[in-house]
Structure formats: C-alpha cells, structure tokens
C-alpha cells in the first residue's frame, strides 16, 4: 500500500479566561493559538516507518514487518486500546511510568499509525516529519496539536478522510464530520501522553476559534474575532497538579472568601463571552476592547488571590502596563505563559518595545494572535518558506 504527501498544521492553545475555576464547575474559554505545529507525511518504498521530530531531538525508524505483527482488526473505536498501548510500549522500549517527551510522542505515532491502517492487508511505509512553533512543556496544548497533526494526515492516508485541495496554493480544512473523527483519534493519543486530559486542548486544535468549556461540554463559539495578543513563556518551571491541588486547599480552608471568588472568575468568562459574540457580529468598538482589558485585570487579580500568581507574573504584567498593554497568566499559573491583549490601533513600535523589554527580562516573547483556524491541510506552496525547509530537509 502506496501513499502519497501530505502536509498538515494544527494551532496552539491558550486559556483566556476560567482557569483553576474551570476544575469547580465554571466556565472557561479556551482559544487557538497562532503558533502552529506543523507535518509532512511522505510515503515511501524503503520499507519502513520512520518519525522525526527535530523540536525535541528524537528520531525512531522500525522495519513495516516487524510491525505488521501487532496490527489488529479494531478500527480505532472512542475508547483506548489499552492492550495495544502495551505492546507498543514494549514493543519501542518505553518504561512503565515513563514521562519522557519523546518516548509518549514516539508512543501516541506507532497507536495512531496502527490504529489508522488496523484491517489493512499490508502496512505502508512511511517518513513522517513534524516541526513545531510551540514550545513544549509550557502549558499551550504542543502535543494536541502534535497529535490532531498526527490523526489527520494518517486518516487522509488510509482515505478515511479527503485529502484533495481544488487549487495548486490551497489551504483547506475538513467537513464537521471529519473534524469530529480527527478529534475522536487525537484524543486517544493525548491519553497515551497525558493519562486524564480535559480534551479541550485536542478541541482546540482541531476546530481552532474559541471554545466554551463548561462541566465537561465543549462547545465552539461561531464567528469569533481574531484578536492581536503578545504571548509570554517566563520559563519558570511550575507542577499543574500542584497549583490545582493548591487552589482546591484554600477553597476548603476559606469557602466563603474563595467560592464568591470562582462565580465571580464565572461571571469575568461569560461576560468576555457575550462581548466576544458582539465584536463578531456588531463590529469591533473601543468599548469593547475597553472590557476586554479590565477583564484581563481582573482576572489576574483573581488568580492571584487563587494562590496561582508568581513575581515573574507580576513583571509580565508591570511591563506591559507601562505600555498601556493590560496582561494575565493563562494556564496553571505559578509562572509559565501570559497573554498581553493588543488593540487594533496598537503601534507596531508599541508592541515591539514591549517585547524587547520582556526578552530584557529573561522571558520568551512573540506577537501572535488568537482565535484563528484550527487544523488545516496544505500544497507545499502554501506553507511559509521556512517551514517548508524544515519538514523537507534530511
């Protein structure tokens, strides 16, 4: 079985209101990222199936036969495959326990490709090459869209779903169905990296825009503006599991200080919502951004009083205020990522001094945007020079 190129790219995630609160039942709005993870899928006669993923130094290549194996007649159902998970994890030497970026990517590819071709007599090989604009590791979903990447370039290869662009420069997304299934298979290999996740990061990857995340329900919001951000990774190093377990502490410890303080986080996303809807389809006002920014303020203070802030949080936010920019964390907290909101009339030299500052500081600094597609298929001609260069290099 023969299969033919493909590139393929899904978005980032931040979270730009409901974090922490979104664990006790409020609402939270998640939003793609325009820092893109990008694949190329190459079929090929060598006999193998190689994956390369030069963001984080791990190269594996196996021989189709010894593979072939291992192959089942289950067609990749809702649920995991936790025996075949096993197989694989011995299979490619991956410990028990293992928590190794490249070992779970490794492990999430050799599921996907064989639940992508299960009931195939033969399996093709294949070089898959994946590159990212994320940074791992730092809370903005780089193994959902890793993984959306994954299952839509392998369900297009089996014919599962279409894989053919109407115009030579073409960049095109997939039906509502379609999405659907690319979400269902790239959720299983979020389970195989993460153990629980939400789904929300694999959501957003898939359908890009903004969604609503509300006691389990994600809904995507319709016709959402794109919105100039600067995005800030302060490279401190914070445990997810502890922060939540923090939060959940002094919620038990002061309920009537801490429960009026998640209806009110509640109130700062359904809010930041219904504005949202309005600048979709009223038009953009200085009003609006206006609420925009004094709901990025505060919800900062919000988590701050969570427990949640950090001093590099705190300069972040300093920072940019001296540049009328208004800024909150967006994840776990406890350091990692922040989001600087951008208005329409925002210099560009505003914006630039900004992230020299930053930088200044030690942190990580882009200008991005937000709500933006989610996976998309691409002609190489569509692809930014420079990523063409990486996916097609050896």
């Known amino acids: 079985m023969h299969v033919g190129e493909r590139f393929v790219s899904a978005p980032g995630k931040a979270i730009l209101h409901g974090e922490h609160a979104v664990v006790h039942g409020k609402v939270a709005l998640a939003v793609s990222l325009?820092?893109?993870?990008?694949?190329?899928?190459?079929?090929?006669?060598?006999?193998q199936i190689c994956i390369h993923l030069p963001n984080i130094d791990t190269f594996r290549a196996w021989d189709v036969a010894a593979l072939q194996p291992l192959v089942s007649d289950r067609k990749g159902g809702t649920s995991l495959d936790l025996e075949l998970v096993e197989r694989l994890?011995?299979?490619?030497?991956?410990?028990?326990?293992?928590?190794?970026?490249?070992?779970?990517?490794?492990?999430?590819?050799?599921?996907?490709?064989?639940?992508?071709?299960?009931?195939?007599?033969?399996?093709?090989?294949?070089?898959?090459r994946v590159w990212s604009e994320l940074p791992t590791g730092a809370g903005l979903g780089s193994s959902a869209a890793y993984t959306v990447c994954l299952s839509a370039a392998l369900l297009s290869a089996r014919g599962t779903i279409s894989s053919l662009l109407t115009q030579p420069q073409d960049t095109a997304s997939w039906s509502e169905e379609e999405l659907t299934l690319i979400n269902k298979w790239a959720f299983q290999g979020e389970k195989i990296i993460h153990g629980n996740p939400s789904g929300v990061d694999n959501a957003v990857a898939t359908w890009g825009g903004i969604l609503r995340y509300h006691a389990g329900k994600i809904t995507p919001l319709s016709r959402v503006p794109l919105l100039r951000i600067l995005l800030t990774?302060?490279?401190?190093?914070?445990?997810?599991k502890l922060l939540v377990s923090g939060v959940k502490d002094k919620i038990n410890k002061f309920p009537s200080i801490m429960v009026p303080v998640l209806e009110s986080v509640d109130a700062v996303s359904r809010t930041c919502e219904l504005t949202l809807r309005e600048m979709a389809t009223a038009g953009a006002s200085a009003q609006q951004y206006d609420t925009l920014e004094e709901l990025m303020d505060i919800n900062q203070h919000h988590l701050s009083v969570m427990g949640v802030g950090h001093p590099a949080l705190d300069t972040l936010c300093r920072l940019t205020l001296a540049h009328g920019l208004h800024s909150k964390l967006t994840g776990a907290g406890g350091g990692g990522c922040g989001i600087t909101l951008l208005r329409p009339e925002t210099a560009q030299r505003v914006a630039q001094e900004a992230v020299w500052e930053l930088r200044e500081a030690g942190f990580e600094c882009w200008e991005t945007s937000i709500g933006g597609p989610g996976v998309l298929l691409h002609c190489a001609t569509s692809l930014p020079q420079g990523v063409l260069?990486?996916?097609?290099s050896h």
């Open 233 to 240: 990774n302060t490279k401190v190093p914070r445990s997810t």
């Open 89 to 128: 994890r011995a299979f490619a030497g991956v410990a028990e326990g293992s928590t190794d970026s490249g070992n779970m990517a490794v492990l999430a590819f050799l599921y996907l490709y064989l639940s992508g071709f299960a009931g195939a007599q033969t399996l093709p090989s294949m070089s898959v």
């Open 34 to 47: 325009n820092l893109r993870t990008y694949l190329r899928l190459q079929g090929t006669a060598s006999g």
């Open 389 to 392: 260069d990486v996916l097609t």
